[in-house]
């Protein structure tokens, strides 16, 4: 049970699930290449400057900074669940 009154619930991700993901997100990012290719080093770089501050404002504003702590994984982020569940050397 949860202490806030809720229920909890634990979720193992399958390794077909984690294939699924794995492939989402290199199409995503093979997208974003193609998007930003013909960016300069500048305007990539301010880009980069500004989705970072607005990630950051997101985590201020809403309480949640990043890294987050391993037993406070969002379950709805593919990434972190991937990185929550990865086996680590």
Same mark, same amino acid.
């Given at each position: 049970?949860d202490?806030? +009154? @809720?229920?909890? %619930?634990k /979720? &193992?991700i $399958?390794? @077909?699930s =984690? &294939?699924?993901l794995t492939?989402? %997100?290199? +199409?995503i990012? !093979?997208g =974003?290449? $193609?998007v930003?290719?013909d960016w $300069? *080093?500048?305007r =990539?770089? &301010? /880009?980069i400057a #500004?989705? %970072?501050q607005?990630?950051t404002?997101?985590? &201020?504003? $809403? @309480?949640r900074?990043? *890294?987050r702590?391993a037993?406070?994984? #969002?379950?709805t982020?593919?990434?972190?669940v991937?990185a929550a !569940?990865a #086996?680590? #050397?």
């Open positions: 049970m202490p806030a +009154g @809720g229920v909890a %619930r /979720f &193992r $399958t390794e @077909g =984690l &294939r699924l492939e989402q %997100r290199e +199409g990012v !093979t =974003l290449s $193609t930003v290719a $300069t *080093p500048e =990539l770089g &301010r /880009f #500004d989705l %970072r607005l990630n404002d997101i985590e &201020r504003i $809403t @309480g900074p990043w *890294p702590k037993n406070d994984v #969002d379950h982020d593919p990434s972190a991937r !569940t #086996d680590h #050397d």
